[in-house]
């Protein structure tokens, strides 16, 4: 069954058009754009007419897009960005009527199980428990459960990549005191994040993805700390360049390091980057609803 999902989030709005017979995700396009809404949000505490028309936009063609891929069934769904803003309504029901699509805000425990979903999906096969990291532009997400038995504890923290930048990573590097001032921002809000302890870790988002550029596919203590001295060594711009990173995803990374390394370090166990996510996750949930809805 092919499928899309446009996942409306703080940092990027995406597209993935993608295959899936109910337990895998093949997928068949791919579309990316940076509008920076949780950056907005941050600033403002809601979202411009001119954003929310901008990202309506984006819907718009995406949806358009997925259905000329054939997709039979299209949804939308909003995270961070919806959730945060004053006027989050305001962008569900613009994005509703230029999409022509179902448009869901998801809530925190939603967006932390569809990310444990599609990342457990994608990975070798695990046995015993596995916890899922999600951090976003405007949220991180900690899910902890099992293959078979599926996500079984979940939190979800107000701290993401575009929030910690906007806040305290103003400076391009940031300084050490910039750096101290984040940490100790990124502690308060896990006071008392206390996981069950999981055999393997997974880190899902774009902030791991584009780590892995810089620092590879395991994200242990060391190689967090190393990515962190080599972002704050240069612009971003210059490490978007040597990377082949979009600039604006360089410039939260220093930020997303932080908030990894602290997860990183109270699960006890490296972080594998995933290749799925969030997207790969709701595309499964709609696929098993549209499989059911045709029985």
């Known amino acids: ?37 949780g950056r907005a949000v941050e600033r403002a505490g ?9 990202a309506a936009r984006c819907a718009a063609e995406y949806a358009r897009l997925a259905r000329g891929l054939g997709a039979r069934d299209v949804d939308v769904i909003v995270t961070a960005p919806g959730r945060q803003a004053a006027n989050g309504d305001e962008l569900v029901r613009a994005l509703a009527g230029a999409s ?5 805000l998801v809530s925190p425990e939603e967006e932390g199980r569809l990310a444990f979903i599609g990342a457990v999906a994608a990975a ?11 951090t976003g532009g405007g949220s991180t997400e900690v899910v902890v459960g099992t293959v078979r ?18 806040r305290y990573l103003s400076a391009d590097p940031p300084g050490k005191g910039a750096l101290a001032r984040a940490r100790e921002e990124v502690e308060r809000q896990l006071s008392g994040f ?30 967090l700390a190393e990515a962190l001295r080599e972002l704050c060594r240069r612009p971003s711009e210059k490490t978007a360049k040597a990377l082949g990173l979009h600039p604006h995803r360089v410039r939260t990374l220093p930020a997303g390091t932080v908030v990894l390394a602290a997860v990183q370090e109270r699960l006890g166990v490296p972080l594998e980057v995933s290749r799925a996510g969030l997207r790969e996750g709701a595309l499964l949930a709609l696929v098993a609803e549209l499989s059911a809805s045709a029985a």
Request: charge should be positive.
């Open 149 to 166: 038995g599926g996500p079984a504890w979940t939190r979800s923290y107000d701290v993401g990549a575009v929030r910690l930048t906007e």
């Open 1 to 37: 069954m092919k499928a899309a999902i446009v996942d409306v989030g703080s940092n990027t709005v995406r597209l993935l058009v993608a295959t899936s017979d109910g337990a895998t995700v093949e997928a068949v396009r791919e579309e990316r754009e940076h509008l920076l809404l």
């Open 100 to 104: 022509g699509a179902r448009v869901r």
């Open 194 to 223: 206390t996981p069950p302890l999981p055999q393997v870790a997974l880190a899902a988002g774009g902030t791991a993805r584009a780590l892995r550029k810089l620092a590879g596919r395991t994200l242990g203590p060391s190689e």
């Open 124 to 134: 070798n096969p695990v046995a015993g428990s596995v916890a899922v990291c999600d």
């Open 46 to 54: 809601k979202l411009a007419a001119a954003r929310i028309d901008e």
